[in-house]
């Protein structure tokens, strides 16, 4: 074990932030580019043009040296040919990087294995690869709007599974929604009959979500009904490893969250974590849809984007509760991280804006 990562995460969580004061997590969007033609978001709709170089990424990761946790997405990241330079460039130049995670559609498994050999080559403690799975076959394949969806995301399981790698951990994850909120024994019982060993351990359930810029879904009706309730508690994981512990942590709150539509926990957006897209356009999170500037302007300096008055405005906005509102596994974790070390009463805010109010997706100020 690296000691000396696994303590900056630490201190990074009991202070809510990097010890550079930056966010200690980053959401980085590689690209919108993706194999599937998904119901329930419009990713696949919007290609990025112009998406930031291996070099540009490099000069934001330089910017950044003392990230903990990195969350690569897309789309499918591995529609990117260039995704080992990107991957390379992340662990030479964060150096206290201790979990990168990373969801896939299993389109690319080879390309899944070589990036996590590459992590782990780089130093990453955790890499957690998430294969994602909605329903059992046929309705997967429907949802995901793309025949033998399900047999492929299978076999990349197999294939992940199979290289047997050091510090690589692969779930299947399972976002719940109105319409497949009822199939998940089934979408199990047919996972498990293709896959040796499999348990109910092996699977993540998080709940559908709606966003503006990210997913650009909003009035699509994601979030599934009270029933699934039934479905997250039966498969709620019982481990004490830290995966587990999160999980249930993040599934207990979920009922509150389907009553108020409100984070039962003060959120961590814009001091633990920052999204970023794949223009380098910074977001406060993958919901709240609310432009804090483009990191191309900013000479790629993450620190000198996030330093100024209007981010802290907006960091204040999502304090107050005037942002759209979420419980995403990509914002919940670190916030649940925050509100168990007590991170948040340390922290200094400026004064709320008069004219501040929730208002959906759009901007608040």
């Keep these: 074990m690296n ?45 990025s043009p112009d998406e930031m170089t291996p070099e540009e990424w490099d000069r934001v990761f330089s910017s950044a040296p003392n990230t903990n946790w990195a969350n690569l997405s897309g789309g ?27 969801p896939t559609t299993g389109y690319f498994p080879e390309r899944v294995v070589e990036t996590c050999e590459r992590l782990v080559a780089g130093g990453v403690r955790k890499v957690l690869v998430t294969v994602s799975l909605d329903g ?27 290289a047997r790698l050091p510090r690589v951990r692969a779930f299947f994850g399972s976002t719940v929604f109105p319409e497949n909120h009822g199939s998940m024994d089934e979408m199990i019982v047919e996972a498990r009959s293709r896959i040796a060993g499999l348990t109910a ?24 009904p009270e029933a699934s309730l039934a479905t997250l508690e039966r498969y709620r994981r019982k481990g004490v490893d ?56 900013f000479d790629y300096d993450l620190g000198a984007l996030l330093r100024r008055d209007e981010v802290r405005v ?21 916030s649940l991280f925050q509100k168990f070390a007590g991170s948040a009463r340390r922290e200094v805010l400026v004064p709320a804006q008069a004219n501040g109010k929730k208002n959906g997706n759009a901007t608040v100020a």
């Design 3 to 47: 000691v000396g990562r696994l303590a900056s995460l630490f201190g990074s969580i009991r202070r809510g932030t990097a010890r550079d004061s930056l966010p200690y997590k980053l959401t980085l969007i590689l690209t919108r580019r993706c194999p599937t033609k998904c119901s329930f978001c419009s990713i696949w709709k919007t290609p």
């Design 76 to 102: 499918e990241l591995f529609q990117r040919p260039d995704i080992g330079a990107i991957v390379d460039a992340l662990v030479k130049r964060m150096l206290n990087l201790y979990v990168v995670d990373f």
């Design 136 to 162: 059992p076959p046929a309705l997967h394949d429907e949802l995901r709007g793309r025949a033998g969806a399900f047999e492929q995301a299978c076999k990349a399981m197999n294939v992940i599974r199979d």
């Design 201 to 224: 351990r092996d699977f993540h359930f998080n709940i559908g979500m709606e966003s503006g810029h990210y997913y650009q879904n909003i009035g699509a009706e994601r979030t599934p």
């Design 242 to 297: 830290p995966v587990s512990m999160l999980e249930r942590a993040y599934q207990r709150r979920v009922p509150e969250y389907l009553r108020t539509g409100r984070s039962p926990v003060p959120c961590a957006a814009l001091r633990a974590s920052v999204f970023v897209d794949p223009q380098g356009i910074v977001y406060p999170c993958s919901i709240y849809s609310r432009p804090l500037g483009g990191l191309r302007e």
């Design 314 to 334: 907006a960091r204040r906005a999502v304090v107050d509760d005037l942002c759209p509102g979420c419980w995403s596994p990509c914002e919940a974790y670190q």
